[in-house]
Structures are given as structure tokens and as C-alpha cells.
């Protein structure tokens, strides 16, 4: 432990931020304005997430962190050791052993349960933002329900490319109100969304918003009927565990054209080889430390 | 001022706080819950559950509104130590505490607006009886149904009819809490 | 093979290290001490106090001294110390017309009571290196003639156009102004928040939109009417006296300028009002954020919005924070290869999908 209050935040600033936080709650999909601290890490590399964890964890908690599906990332490390030295919990990269797991741009492949909570770090939390820059114009947009310009750029999409030309960041909308930017998790990651029984809360620092996503909330990836949404990924097994399930990402091998596809989830890749699991190009070999 | 305001606060703040926060987040998101809040024993008929509720989220930027038999010197002065919360009516209330009785008629509470629909009172309901029956629940959190033993049916149904404005209640009683936010349908049971 | 990647941890950590190292420098050459940047980068420690909200020129400078001599890291770093503090009080509002002037000058008029003071300027400076500086232990301390300080106060300039009428009045209020340091910013935002948010802004960005309202985009020709630099009381409220005492003097830099306007149908032409205010000898900023400011005021002086970004509130406030936008800037250097992924299946699917397309109509 340190000299910083436990969790880092003042208390004053954790109780600014609860509040916000039950307001998600109350209203899914809803960003609540809050007043996010300066942190002692850059805008932009988590700093909303950070707070939301620090306000909601407690001395009991096993935290996990993780940046695109991996424990290991720099950022994620880092945002692991922040929370070890100000708040002392335990820390895990076992996704089934955390009850809470700050993320950045994924969604665990194993299913989450309803003790957890997981906590999204968001750049842009205005799924509208690219649409009209203004925050006032949005603000009234979401008032009105107005969402048409949404649709009209994802049908021109489809019009141009013949398909929605959205792959990440995949507008949502929840329990038939808000459209919600889920973060830029992969759309493959959306149908995790819906249905979740953990807990699902979002925070921006730099935006200054919170929202959230109780258990059980309908979340649906906005489409049309002649164009469902496909929540794709690449057509090909995990080479090391073999699934075919998961996210995967591409690794150049060499300067030859050759790649192999890994599970972007590096817990849940592991458990499925420690499991007896192999992929085409499993070896003993990638368990060693590199870098 | 009474020794009384002066005790009662949580016995270390930073982590009972966090505690209590959990708990009332967990009744938050799953509404009809029914969670344990302790650590705080606040001056009658001021509940555990609703002190700490107060405790953990009242500070100088909420003004809380007492009702009926919980606007007493003991408790206020109990509210104004440990958060220093100043008092308010009703209408100007970030949080508003008492016997659902007390606390009628409800649409004197703050609603919030279309472009900031979190600009609404939380009400806190002392019951003298919490219990997973009752009216029934749908909605976020739920995951097909729940129970609770809310005060009434209609002035919920009113409320949840107002969404995404409205109000959120906590329920407490004694060291228990549950909560029915704003987007939860409610049924006779 | 492949190797998944691991040890962030280490690699972090000898990160650190490497850095610290550099921060030092070649050992063989005297390190900085805090005292020598307050003394002598004391206009970085200004910038840094100014723009990281915070006046206290030890931890600037040590701030400096630890970002080696980035400023915006070092205003980052007084920000994330700033909001760890407690907060015990609100000072009244300092009273500039009191101000100990070591600079006062006015464009407007060739003379002014309290007279006209120089004080300590690059202004007239020939922009020669001086070589003798390269010299290190430059012997004696330079000594510059002393006169004895003016005598009673220096009014305000603007308030002798407002007694004639000339100027547009600003009118006092005891509202308590907003804070966004502890409140998420809400728009339209008032002058009291624009104001923060502009002396919190970055000077580099700051002097580029004052810069184009110069060169046309919304032009309100500005004239310096005052710039002073000196130090002020601050003066706080202490509720167990039951009576304000001063708590500390600290030394601002105030710009205050007189802009062109036209009238209206229902005020006769009058001049209008520009205003800056910042910690330390700070004067490029401060005649920055008053041109700014007035720009920003199209509205209320019931102006015609020409479009022009120095008069649009929400892309001034929005982004004229440089932590804000240092930070998002370089987080695009963390990782992104899950959302890179999504991509590249995506161009992949639409460029198979567009050759097909191809071959079927050249088979038909």
C-alpha cells in the first residue's frame, strides 16, 4: 500500500463518480456527464475506465486488465501495477477468477458471470460523434431520439461497398432507446453485449462520461433487415489452440507473405492448451518469455 | 450539537465506503436484489442501510431532503457532520429520505430533462419490511423476472411510464437495501 | 516461430530506467538544481504554473526539471498533482487595480496615470545570441538602475473610457463562477468558464487563434489598452476570525484590450472589451486569451458569426486543452491491432466481393 487514499481518487471524486455510475445504471445506454480528474496517466490510455475501477473496486476484489484481449500489454501491465500499489488487491489473468476486468477494445471469450464487473475504457463515448462533431447538436439528437443520420451513413455504406463498412465500434442500441458506441471492441465482439449477466460499465476521462450496461440489458447492433448485422471475424482456427471460436489476431511471421492467426484473448488461448487443445502450429516453444 | 452526530460515520471510510457502494450498486443494477448495507449506525429512525447510503454518497454538491419524521436535529445534524450535505426541499433535492408516506406526494422530485435525464432525485424509502415478493419486475437487470416489496404499484408504474426521466428509489430497512431504478416495468404481482 | 510477446512488465520498467538515465544526462556535466530553473527559466515555470493551474514555482520547476524540460509534460504533471490536493477555500477576487506594477504599459494612450513602466522586456531587444552567456560563471550578477516604486495606485485604463461612456460596461456579480476542474464541462458555457478553460489553454494554440482573428477571421481589431505584470494580495475568508486576511501575494500578468464595435439599434457605438489574466510574467498568453475572448463574445455583443474558429465556443474550449490533446493524440501509439483486424477482414471481404462482382459482369 502507499500514502494515496485507497484506490487512488479522493473520496469526494469516488463519490462524484458513484453517483454517475447509478445514473448509468438507471438509464442504460445514457452517458452521464461527470467531472473526471486529472490522472497520473495520459487522456487516452484509460484514464476513464481507471477511474470507474477505482470506484467501484473493493479491498476484496481480484482485478484483471487487459488491452486488445491481452494480459501482458503494455498499458494493461501498467494499469495492473497502478491498481496493486494504490489499492493493494489481488490481481488475476484468469478471466473466471476476476470480479473486476478493466478492458480496452475487447470482450473476454469466456463468459462472464454475475458477480463481475467489467469496466470498458472509451475514447469517443458519442456513437454520433463522427456523425456531427458537436456535442451540443448530439446531445439534443439523443434528447429526440433522432438517430436517422445513423442510418442513413451505415445505408450509404451499403450502397457504396455493399456491405456496412463499420468493423469496430459497431453502433448499439439498448433496450430499444439509446444508440451507444460500445467502445471499439470488434464487432465480432457486439452479441456479448446483450444478455450479459455481469455488470457492463464504460468510462471516458477525457470526455467526461460514464455510461452503462446492467446485467441482462438488450443491446442490439443497429442493421436492416436486408442487411443483418454480421458479427465476422477472420475465417480460420487459432493456430495454437485451435479454436474456432475466439477473436483472432494476425501475426506476420515473416517478410514472405506468411502469417498465422492467434487468439487476441491470451487467457482464454491458454487455458484451452493447458486444456490439451492444439492449434495447427502449437509448440512448447511460444510459452517462453520473449521481448 | 449532540455527541450523537459525531458518532455513528464509518469506522474507516475509504473501505466501508467502497463496501457499501458495491452494494448499492449491485441492488441498482439488479433491481429487486436485496443486498446488505452495514457499518453505519446513524440516529433513529434513520435506517444502517439508508446511513449508509447517505454516507457513501452525500457530500457538500447534494442537497438532501428529509421527510416527515426523519427531519429531526438528530438526524440532520448526523448528515451535516459526517457528509455536510446541506438540507433542502424537496424540489431542490439531490436525495430525498423517509417513509414513503412522508416522502408523497412524489411528483415534487426532479425528473431530470430530455438532454440531461441524470438530473434527478434518488429517493431513499425506509420500509419496515423489504422482501423478494410482491410486485412484479421486468426490465435492465433482470434477467426474467424479479419480486419486490415495493410500497405501492402505480406510483412506479407512473415513473417507469416517464423514461428515460424519472426517479430511482432505494429501499432500506434496517441493514438491508434494494432498488428500482427508473427503467424498470412494474406489475401487481 | 512465433513468439507471443511477454515481459511488458520488464520492459516497462527498464523503460524507466533508460529514461532517468537520459533525464541526467552526461554525468560529467553539473546537474540542474530545482532553484536555478525557478530563477532563471522562471517564464517556463510561469507557463507551466499557468497552464497546469497551479502557482507554486518550486514544483513547476521541478516539474521541468523531471520532464526534462518538456513544458506540456510538465503542466501534465502539476495537473495530476494539483487534483490530489485538498481543497480549503475560495480566495476573493484579486483587485489588479491594486496591482505592484514592474510592467504597465498602454498602447491606447502615450500617457496614463501611474505612468507608462517597461519593466523587464524582450520587447526592445535586438535578437542577437549573446555569446557571453555561453561563458559559464559569468562573473558579476548583471545590476540593473533602480528608481523608487510609483506612488499610490495605477487605475485600470479601460475604466477612463468607461467613465466617458466609450467602453462597454462590464457588469460585476457575485455569482460564484463555475469550475471545470471540478465539473464536466456543460455548452454553451458562460465567459467565467471560457475564461478558465483559456487561461488553462495552451499558449501555442491559444496564439494561433488570436493570430487569425488578426489576419481576418473575425476580425475585432484589437488594441493593447493595458498590459501590467506585477504582484497581487490574495486575500481569503477565514471563518474562525469572522474576517478575510491575506494569505500570500502572488504576481499575475493582466491584458486588457479595446476592440472595435459598431453599435447596435440599442447601444450607441462603443468600444468592447477583451480580457486576459495569468500567473506569472506570462504576456504572450495573456494577449492571446484576450483577443479570444472577445472574439468568442460575438453573441452577447450581438456580432454576426462569420463561421470563424476563434469564435466558436465549443472547438476553442474543446480543444484548447493540451493534456486533453496530447493525451488522445499519442494514445494512438498503443496497441490497436484488434481494431486493425476488424479492418483489414473488412477491406478484405469488400475487395472480394467487388472482384467477383467484376468477373460476373465480364462473364455476362
Known amino acids: 500500500m502507499s500514502d494515496y487514499n485507497f484506490a487512488y481518487l479522493d473520496e469526494q471524486t469516488k463519490r462524484m463518480i458513484r453517483r454517475a455510475i447509478l445514473k448509468g445504471l438507471a438509464v442504460p445506454g445514457y452517458q452521464v456527464p461527470f467531472a473526471s480528474r486529472e490522472m497520473p496517466m495520459p487522456y487516452g490510455w484509460g484514464t476513464g475506465g481507471v477511474q470507474v475501477s477505482a470506484a467501484v473496486m473493493v479491498p476484496e476484489d481480484r482485478f484483471k486488465v487487459i488491452d486488445q484481449g491481452a494480459d501482458d500489454t503494455t498499458n494493461a501491465v501498467s494499469i495492473r501495477k497502478f491498481f496493486e500499489r494504490t489499492a493493494g488487491v489481488e490481481t488475476t489473468e484468469e478471466t473466471a477468477q476476476a470480479s473486476v476486468i478493466q478492458t480496452r477494445h475487447r470482450i473476454p471469450e469466456t463468459p462472464l458471470n454475475e ?36 442510418h442513413v451513413k451505415l445505408y450509404e455504406d451499403i450502397s457504396q461497398h455493399g456491405a456496412i463498412a463499420t468493423s469496430y465500434a459497431y453502433p448499439v442500441k439498448v433496450e430499444g432507446r ?39 440489458t438488450r443491446v442490439a447492433s443497429l442493421d436492416f433487415e436486408d442487411y443483418p448485422f454480421d458479427p465476422s471475424k477472420a475465417d480460420h482456427p487459432c493456430d495454437l489452440c485451435g479454436a474456432e471460436d475466439s477473436y483472432l489476431d494476425e501475426v506476420i511471421t515473416d517478410d514472405a507473405g506468411g502469417r498465422m492467426f492467434a487468439c487476441s484473448d491470451t487467457d482464454y488461448c491458454r487455458a484451452r492448451r493447458e486444456a490439451g487443445h492444439a492449434g495447427p502450429r502449437a509448440t512448447a516453444q511460444h510459452e517462453e518469455a520473449g521481448a | 450539537m449532540q455527541t450523537e452526530a459525531l458518532e455513528g460515520g464509518f469506522a474507516d471510510a ?64 448526523w448528515i451535516a457532520f459526517h457528509t455536510g450535505a446541506p438540507a433542502a426541499g424537496a424540489e431542490a433535492a439531490e436525495f430525498a429520505v ?63 411510464a416517464l423514461f428515460p426521466l424519472g426517479r430511482d428509489f432505494f429501499f432500506t430497512c434496517g441493514d438491508k437495501v434494494a432498488a428500482l431504478p427508473r427503467s424498470t416495468q412494474v406489475e401487481d404481482g | 516461430m512465433y513468439v507471443a510477446v511477454k515481459g511488458g512488465e520488464r520492459a516497462i520498467d527498464n523503460a524507466h530506467a533508460w529514461l532517468a538515465e537520459e533525464r541526467r544526462g552526461d554525468p560529467a556535466v553539473d546537474e540542474l538544481s530545482v532553484a536555478q530553473i525557478r530563477e532563471q527559466l522562471a517564464l517556463a515555470v510561469n507557463r507551466v504554473m499557468t497552464e497546469g493551474s497551479l502557482y507554486d514555482s518550486d514544483l513547476a520547476a521541478l516539474a521541468i526539471k523531471q520532464a526534462r524540460g518538456d513544458l506540456i509534460e510538465a503542466i501534465f504533471l502539476i495537473r495530476a498533482y494539483r487534483t490530489t490536493l485538498p481543497r480549503f477555500g475560495a480566495a476573493h477576487p484579486v483587485d489588479t487595480a491594486k496591482m505592484a506594477c514592474d510592467r504597465r504599459i498602454s498602447a491606447t494612450f502615450k500617457d496614463v496615470p501611474g505612468g507608462q513602466v517597461l519593466g523587464p522586456t524582450f520587447d526592445y531587444t ?35 473610457l468607461n467613465r466617458e461612456g466609450l467602453i462597454q460596461t462590464e457588469d460585476a456579480s457575485d455569482a460564484t463562477p463555475p469550475d471545470l476542474t471540478r465539473e464536466p464541462m456543460e455548452l454553451p458555457a458562460g465567459r467565467p468558464l471560457r475564461l478558465q478553460a483559456l487561461t488553462r489553454g495552451d499558449e501555442g494554440f491559444v496564439l494561433s487563434l488570436a493570430y487569425s482573428t488578426q489576419r481576418g477571421y473575425a476580425r475585432n481589431h484589437a488594441f493593447v489598452g493595458e498590459l501590467r505584470i506585477g504582484a497581487v494580495a490574495v486575500e481569503m475568508d477565514i471563518p474562525e ?22 453599435g447596435s439599434k440599442t447601444e450607441p457605438p462603443q468600444f468592447t472589451r477583451g480580457y486576459g489574466l495569468v500567473f506569472g510574467q506570462t504576456e504572450r498568453k495573456a494577449i492571446s486569451m484576450a483577443l479570444v475572448d472577445r472574439a468568442l463574445r460575438w453573441k452577447e455583443l450581438g456580432e454576426e458569426d462569420q463561421g470563424a474558429p476563434a469564435q466558436d465556443e465549443e472547438f476553442v474550449l474543446m480543444h484548447c486543452d493540451n493534456i486533453q490533446a496530447t493525451g488522445f493524440l499519442e494514445h494512438i501509439k498503443l496497441p490497436h491491432y484488434v481494431d486493425f483486424q476488424s479492418e483489414l477482414e473488412l477491406v478484405r471481404k469488400l475487395r472480394r466481393e467487388a472482384a467477383q462482382t467484376q468477373m460476373q459482369e465480364a462473364a455476362e
Request: contains cysteine; negative net charge; glycine residues 8%.
Open chain 1, 115 to 150: 458477480d463481475q464487473i467489467l469496466v470498458y475504457q472509451v475514447p469517443i463515448p458519442e456513437p454520433l460523434r463522427f456523425l456531427e462533431p458537436r456535442e451540443t447538436e448530439t446531445r439534443k439528437m439523443h434528447s429526440l431520439e433522432e438517430y436517422g443520420l445513423m
Open chain 1, 178 to 216: 439509446y444508440v451507444m458506441d460500445p467502445s471499439p471492441i470488434p464487432k465480432f465482439d457486439n452479441p456479448k453485449l446483450s444478455g450479459c449477466p455481469a455488470i457492463q460499465l464504460f468510462g471516458a476521462g477525457r470526455e467526461q462520461r460514464i455510461y452503462a450496461l446492467p446485467p441482462y
Open chain 2, 14 to 77: 475509504p473501505l466501508e465506503a467502497a463496501r457499501a457502494f458495491r452494494a448499492a450498486m449491485g441492488a441498482m443494477a439488479r433491481p429487486g436484489r436485496i443486498e446488505t448495507l452495514d457499518g453505519a449506525t446513524p440516529p433513529a429512525p434513520l435506517s444502517p442501510a439508508a446511513g449508509a447510503l447517505i454516507l457513501t454518497l452525500c457530500d457538500p454538491d447534494t442537497p438532501v431532503h428529509l421527510a416527515g419524521a426523519h427531519d429531526v436535529p438528530a438526524v440532520r445534524d
Open chain 2, 98 to 160: 423517509g417513509d414513503w408516506g412522508a416522502l408523497q406526494p412524489l411528483d415534487r422530485y426532479r425528473i431530470g430533462t430530455a438532454e440531461y435525464p441524470d438530473r434527478s432525485t434518488t429517493l431513499i424509502v425506509e420500509m419496515t419490511r423489504l422482501e423478494t415478493s410482491g410486485a412484479l419486475l421486468r426490465g435492465p437487470g433482470i434477467r426474467d423476472s424479479a419480486w419486490l416489496s415495493l410500497p405501492g404499484v402505480d406510483a412506479f408504474r407512473r415513473n417507469a
Open chain 3, 126 to 160: 535586438h535578437r542577437l545570441l549573446d555569446f557571453k552567456l555561453a561563458a559559464e560563471g559569468e562573473g558579476e550578477a548583471p545590476d540593473a538602475p533602480r528608481n523608487p516604486a510609483q506612488e499610490g495606485a495605477a487605475p485600470h485604463v479601460t475604466g477612463f
Open chain 3, 241 to 262: 476570525l469572522g474576517f478575510a486576511i491575506e494569505i500570500g501575494e502572488i504576481t499575475l500578468t493582466e491584458c486588457e484590450t479595446v476592440n472595435q464595435f459598431t
